[in-house]
Structures are given as structure tokens and as C-alpha cells.
């Protein structure tokens, strides 16, 4: 018994790389056709469609560069916001080709005293590469410890996979960063939103008894943190 014990210890542990972010693909690209318009689609032929990773693909005929295309990390974005931070994300769902590769990116730039809120990304690990500024950042691990650095241009840092994290920038001048992933679409749960802007709400009398505050703290909370229409 305890020999096959180390027998399946040992299996697991070989196979646990192919866990560790999305499965590897079996063919050159699987294109997802979710910016596709209905107009485009051959009706008769859609039922023959494979859906892989949640996205139904294009025939081969129908790829084009395009697919593989992404202009949206170029610029600057809009950091007028609560947080004065922005991510611009270039996953998926912006680049169809990505669909099966396990990689995406993402721009996030940030106004002098910007952050970017405490949160996890459940599907990938992270790596920041600054391009200019300087920021603060940091995760925490399972055993409660902070995890932080002070990273400037030209600099990177690694968030692993499903840890809480955060960037924050601390100076007088704007800063950015380019982001990458292991994962073709990351998912981003704040902290902060997921608890306080749920549908359905999270029950008062969770998070007043989790953050040891009162209801009328929580709805401030909740009012504050409420999408702006």
C-alpha cells in the first residue's frame, strides 16, 4: 500500500503542470467567433460548430489576421475614475486567436495616487512590467503575510496565481504597467466589489459580522462602491 501510495504521489506530481493554467491545445489555433455578427454565419453549417474553452470556433476558411490583432494597448488609458487607475484588457475576448493559447495581457495605468484595488485573478498568475512611474505593490500569501515591493521603470514583479493583490501609485506622475497572464482570460474578482456589489446583495449580516461593523456602515459601503449609471 505504501508503495502505491508513492506511485500515485509521484503520478500526481507530474501531472500537476497540466493543471497549473489552461489545457494545451490539440490543433495550430482555435479561433473564437464571439465577435463574429449572425449575418456572417453560415446558419446551415453553425450546428457543426466546436465549442472549446466556452468559445465556438471559426473554420479554418474564415480566420484572418485580424483574429490575432489588438491596438487597444497602445495608449494611455482614462484614469478619471474612484480608483484613478484603468486596465485595459487584451485577452480572449478582445484577440479571438488567443482562444486555446493559455496567454493574454493587459495595459493598466494609473494616476498619480492611483490605485489598483485588492483582488485575484483565479484562472493565472501575473507578471507587471512597468513601462514608466513607479509604483508600490504587494500579495498576500495563505499564511497571511504581505508580500510587498517598491518597483519603478523597467522593472517587474509576479503575483501568484489566486493570491489577493494590489499596485498603487504613491508618486506625483502618472504610471503604467503591461500585464501578462497564463491564461487566455484571467478573471478579475475585486475584493471590495465582489463582496460589497453582488446580485443578489451578500447578506447584511455577513459582512457586518465579517468586518465587525454596523448595517448602516455596510449600505455606506454598498452605496459608495455601487456602479455609476
Not at 505504501?2 to 494545451?24: I, Q, R, T
Not at 495595459?107 to 490605485?115: C, E, K, N, T, V
Not at 504581505?146 to 494590489?166: D, Q, Y
Not at 475585486?190 to 448602516?216: E, H, R
Request: hydrophobic share 40%.
Amino acid at each position: 500500500m505504501e508503495v502505491a501510495g508513492a506511485v500515485l504521489a509521484v503520478l500526481l506530481a507530474l501531472a500537476a503542470p497540466a493543471f497549473a493554467n489552461d489545457p494545451d491545445m490539440l490543433q495550430d489555433m482555435k479561433i473564437s467567433e464571439h465577435r463574429f455578427s449572425h449575418k456572417h454565419i453560415n446558419l446551415q453549417s453553425s450546428w457543426k460548430r466546436v465549442n472549446v474553452n466556452g468559445f465556438a470556433c471559426k473554420g479554418i476558411a474564415e480566420i484572418t489576421p485580424d483574429d490575432f490583432f489588438f491596438a487597444g494597448l497602445a495608449k494611455p488609458g482614462p484614469t478619471n475614475n474612484t480608483q484613478g487607475s484603468l486596465v485595459t484588457g487584451a485577452n480572449v475576448e478582445k484577440i479571438p486567436g488567443l482562444n486555446t493559447l493559455g496567454v493574454s495581457m493587459s495595459r493598466i495605468d494609473y494616476a498619480p495616487g492611483g490605485l489598483n484595488p485588492p483582488h485575484t485573478h483565479p484562472r493565472a498568475t501575473e507578471m507587471v512590467f512597468v513601462l514608466y512611474g513607479e509604483l508600490d505593490v504587494g500579495f498576500l500569501t495563505t499564511a497571511n503575510k504581505l508580500i510587498s515591493k517598491h518597483i519603478k521603470a523597467g522593472e517587474t514583479f509576479a503575483f501568484p496565481r489566486g493570491l489577493v493583490h494590489f499596485q498603487k501609485n504613491n508618486g506625483h506622475t502618472p504610471a503604467a504597467v503591461i500585464a501578462a497572464f497564463n491564461s487566455q482570460l484571467p478573471g478579475t474578482q475585486s475584493i471590495a466589489a465582489t463582496l460589497f456589489t453582488s446580485t443578489p446583495p451578500v447578506p447584511d449580516n455577513v459582512l457586518t459580522k465579517a468586518f465587525q461593523v454596523g448595517t448602516k456602515e455596510v449600505r455606506k459601503i454598498r452605496a459608495k462602491l455601487a456602479p455609476k449609471k
